[in-house]
């Protein structure tokens, strides 16, 4: 996947997300333009938006439907409701990646019926000073070409 010509989405815009975007606007993977980050907290959104000039909104159905690349970075608790809501909108062309901790790729999968393209990663607290250390994981569907994508991505905050 060329990231400097694909639509990335990020669900949930905590501090994980922030650092992440943060490191891929600093290694020039990507610019802001081609990011839409979605949010259930306004004061993240407004945050982000004035941080790092991308757009934001509450509709994760839009914000998923719009990716090439859907990164999902909410808390464990809430993916199963997440997954329902963007179900419909995900095809096998979109790459989805995950930094939920303890949520399984095949649970990703199954609720996302079974076709979608799946990388799991658990970077680490390290990522705020651009020095985390992450573990990736290839889930159902997920190509070589999707690994050294998510690799691409969690080297720019540090080692994968």
């Known amino acids: 996947m060329d990231l400097k ?18 490191g891929m606007v600093r290694a020039q993977l990507i610019s802001p333009d081609q990011v839409t980050v979605s949010d259930i907290h306004p004061d993240r959104l407004t945050y982000m938006r004035d941080s790092f000039k991308v757009p934001t909104s509450r509709d994760n159905v839009n914000t998923a439907s ?7 970075a909410v808390k464990p608790q809430t993916m199963k ?19 939920a901790a303890g949520v399984k790729t095949k649970t990703l999968s199954d609720a996302l019926g079974g076709t979608a393209r799946i990388v799991r990663t658990m970077p680490n607290v390290g990522a705020r000073v651009l020095a985390s250390a ?27």
């Open 134 to 160: 992450t573990a990736i994981c290839a889930g159902p569907g997920a190509t070589q070409d999707d690994m050294t994508t998510a690799k691409q991505i969690f080297e720019a905050i540090g080692s994968a």
């Open 81 to 99: 409701l997440l997954l329902g809501e963007i179900k419909s909108v995900l095809s096998e062309k979109q790459l989805v990646i995950s930094i």
């Open 5 to 22: 010509t694909s639509k990335i989405g990020i669900i949930g815009g905590g501090m994980m997300a922030e650092n992440i975007l943060r």
């Open 66 to 72: 719009k990716a090439d690349l859907l990164i999902l």
